[in-house]
């Protein structure tokens, strides 16, 4: 059985809920004025049916604005490539005593050591490129030289990459190689 309180409690919060539906101000619908549709001037039709009307907006101006182009500075590639390290210049000067040698395993190792340790040095794969190419492995001395090319910081380490490539492109009889590395060697 329903308690007596329960049930009058029940009652009055359903009359107040009623009571608050009543009171709640009514919203009048607004009434909105006719937007004013700019006239056409004109329509213009396209090919596929398409009819363009252009409007007359007196509030569009077209103005020609200047274009301002900021002027940059020729900056000269400089990267920190980790030559200042001394285990590299130590290794370099290994790479160059064994190179000079004809010790070609020698200088190789050396070579890779000092590109672990500066991977965007220039002289590293060039030394590489060379050896490749002592060693008859043509087509991995060009792909050094390349890569070299890469970091390569001046007109003369340029054309020794491409003195490089020139070479393997002869061994391997690569015409395009040939031409290509002479172009670029006239062009420096």
Same mark, same amino acid.
């Given at each position: 059985m329903i308690n007596r309180y329960t049930k009058y409690a029940v009652s009055l919060a359903v009359i107040l809920a009623l009571v608050g539906c009543q009171t709640t101000p009514q919203q009048k619908a607004k009434t909105s004025k006719p937007v004013e549709k700019p006239k056409a001037t !004109?329509?213009? /039709?396209? /090919? *596929?049916?398409? %009819?363009?009307? /252009?409007? *007359? !907006? /007196? +509030?569009? %101006? #077209? +103005? %020609?604005v200047p274009v301002v182009i900021p002027q940059q500075k020729a900056k000269s590639q400089k990267l920190d490539d980790g030559q200042s390290i001394p285990a590299y210049k130590n290794l370099i000067q290994q790479t160059q005593l064994a190179f000079q040698k004809g010790q070609w395993d020698a200088a190789e190792r050396s070579a890779l050591q000092a590109q672990r340790l500066a991977p965007q040095s220039a002289e590293t794969f060039l030394y590489l490129a060379r050896i490749a190419n002592q060693k008859k492995q043509y087509a991995n001395a060009e792909? $050094?030289? #390349?890569?070299? $090319?890469a970091f390569a910081q001046g007109s003369t380490q340029k054309k020794m990459f491409w003195n490089v490539i020139l070479q393997s492109g002869q061994q391997l009889k690569n015409q395009q190689t040939v031409a290509e590395a002479l172009r670029q060697l006239q062009s420096l």
């Amino acid at each position: 059985m329903i308690n007596r309180y329960t049930k009058y409690a029940v009652s009055l919060a359903v009359i107040l809920a009623l009571v608050g539906c009543q009171t709640t101000p009514q919203q009048k619908a607004k009434t909105s004025k006719p937007v004013e549709k700019p006239k056409a001037t !004109h329509t213009v /039709p396209t /090919p *596929d049916g398409v %009819k363009i009307t /252009p409007y *007359d !907006h /007196p +509030e569009i %101006k #077209r +103005e %020609k604005v200047p274009v301002v182009i900021p002027q940059q500075k020729a900056k000269s590639q400089k990267l920190d490539d980790g030559q200042s390290i001394p285990a590299y210049k130590n290794l370099i000067q290994q790479t160059q005593l064994a190179f000079q040698k004809g010790q070609w395993d020698a200088a190789e190792r050396s070579a890779l050591q000092a590109q672990r340790l500066a991977p965007q040095s220039a002289e590293t794969f060039l030394y590489l490129a060379r050896i490749a190419n002592q060693k008859k492995q043509y087509a991995n001395a060009e792909s $050094l030289a #390349r890569r070299g $090319l890469a970091f390569a910081q001046g007109s003369t380490q340029k054309k020794m990459f491409w003195n490089v490539i020139l070479q393997s492109g002869q061994q391997l009889k690569n015409q395009q190689t040939v031409a290509e590395a002479l172009r670029q060697l006239q062009s420096l």
